[in-house]
């Protein structure tokens, strides 16, 4: 980073600009250092208004911020430039469901399935976000099915649908989900994803030690912005709701 940051100040025209900022943005999103990439990010933007690669770091940068507002503000320039662009309608998704407000990042999700723009991620996304509200309906469960059908049961994918029985009690199904992309993933114990839905079935069948040890498995997300979404999350929500203190692995 160092030596890109160097060549920017002898760079020898506008072309070799732009693609050191290129890589100086792909730095910066790699550590987290969000105050320089919504500096380099904001630079190639007004050189390029249309830039999908710059229109993304630059949101990404405001998010790692905290200036979710600012974000949105951005997305909606995006979409008077590009009527309907699907980049702007997912990233406000990201944007809502960054600052916990779940409803409103389904529902910008949703905007882009009922213009026909759906695909596997996106189904996976409103049916994964459905975890966060509190409230898991039989169409989560509909929409996270569909997802797999998608995607060919991608093993990502198969976590969703196998979090949403569990959160029903539907824990046969769920199991039997978990075990089936555990071995896809060739894992030969449960990662943190896992330890999360067995310590919803450990709640689901009453064993609430065993779900107190499960979810204090799961370690925060080094990178930042992966948190609000993250399984370590709901399992901080499992033991609060639960009455137990929250935590990382073997507090």
């Known amino acids: 980073m160092a030596l890109l940051e160097e060549a920017r100040k002898d760079a020898a025209g506008e072309r070799e600009q732009t693609n050191i900022l290129v890589a100086l943005a792909e730095g910066y999103s790699i550590q987290d250092n969000f105050a320089k990439l919504e500096e380099v990010s904001s630079t190639l933007l007004k050189q ?10 630059n949101a990404e940068a405001l998010m790692g911020l905290g200036r979710n507002g600012e974000a949105l503000v951005l997305c909606d ?7 309907g662009d699907q980049d702007a309608l997912l990233m406000k998704m990201q944007i809502e469901a960054n600052r916990g407000n779940f409803a409103a990042a389904r529902g910008w999700a949703q905007k882009l399935v009922d213009q026909g723009k759906e695909n596997a991620e996106i189904l996976n996304n409103i049916a994964w976000y459905a975890l966060f509200t509190g409230k898991v309906e039989a169409s989560d469960i509909a929409t996270a099915i569909k997802s797999t059908q998608m995607s060919k049961d991608n093993p990502h994918i198969l976590h969703t649908l196998a979090c949403l029985y569990a959160d029903t009690g539907k824990t046969k199904e769920a199991r039997d989900l978990l075990l089936r992309s555990m071995d896809d993933l060739n894992l030969d114990e449960p990662n943190d994803d896992y ?6 079935f450990a709640e689901q069948y009453g064993e609430r030690g065993i779900a107190i040890a499960d979810y204090r498995k799961l370690e925060k997300p080094k990178e930042n912005l992966a948190v609000p979404t993250s399984t370590y999350t709901l399992a901080q929500t499992r033991l609060k709701a639960i009455g137990a203190n929250g935590g990382g692995a073997g507090k």
């Open 195 to 200: 330890w999360y839905a067995f310590g919803r």
């Open 48 to 57: 390029e208004p249309e830039s999908r690669r710059a229109f993304l770091s």
């Open 77 to 83: 320039e995006r979409l008077k430039l590009l009527d």
